[in-house]
Every structure is written in C-alpha cells, then in structure tokens.
C-alpha cells in the first residue's frame, strides 16, 4: 500500500495540497519549468502570468456555475489541457519580451 503522502493518483495529501493555492502555484511553476524556466523566453513571459492563468481558471469554474453544473474542474486539468506555446505566439513580440523597440531605433551620430 503506498503511503498516503506519496499518492499521485489522487485524494488523500496531493489532492489537498492540489486544492490549496500553494499547491496551485507549485502545480503552474513546475509547468513554467517544464517549458525551460526563466532561461527560455516563454518560460519568463509565462513566469509572473499566474494571476492571470488563475483567473481563466476561475472564469471557467464560474461559467459551469452559471450553467447550472456544479464545478468540477481542477487547475491541474486546466494546466494540462493549455496550449502554452499558443498563449506565448498569440502576443506581440514587444509583449513577450522579445524585439521592442531598440532595433529599429537608429544610432545617433554627432558631428562637430
């Protein structure tokens, strides 16, 4: 029988951790670490985005509410089932930390 603190499978400890925003937060950044960590420029866009990932989460809790269903969706599943590499392409360049501006610029040169 496996101990109940090593259960992946579900329920019992991982399940309650899961359920916590901790959990939540370990759950996202081991994804964001999956994608290459900080190192990788979708894994700095996606770094500071767990507010916003959360949100979505909530927002589609919220629309099975509305409908009537009881929510049964976990932030593990909406992790699982997201497109990261979709997200990360779906915004500009500048936004992702990557081009801007200082490409295009110029230099100045002085003449005296």
């Keep these: 029988m496996p101990h109940p ?9 991982f399940d309650d951790l899961l359920g916590t925003d ?3 937060r370990a759950n996202f950044f081991s994804r964001i670490n999956e994608l ?4 990788t420029a ?3 866009f996606n ?18 509410l509305r ?3 009881e929510p049964t969706k976990k932030f593990g599943d909406f992790l699982e089932n997201f497109d990261f590499q979709n997200q990360f392409r ?5 936004l992702r930390g990557q ?14």
């Design 36 to 39: 290459g960590g900080r190192g």
């Design 47 to 64: 770094f500071d985005r767990f507010q916003d990932f959360q949100d979505q989460f909530l927002g589609q809790l919220g629309s099975q």
């Design 99 to 112: 081009g801007g501006t200082a490409r295009f610029r110029p230099p100045t040169s002085f003449q005296f």
């Design 22 to 24: 901790t959990g939540q």
């Design 5 to 13: 603190h090593n259960d992946t499978t579900g329920g019992g400890f």
């Design 42 to 44: 979708i894994g700095r």
């Design 67 to 69: 409908q009537g269903e």
């Design 90 to 94: 779906s915004f500009a360049p500048s």
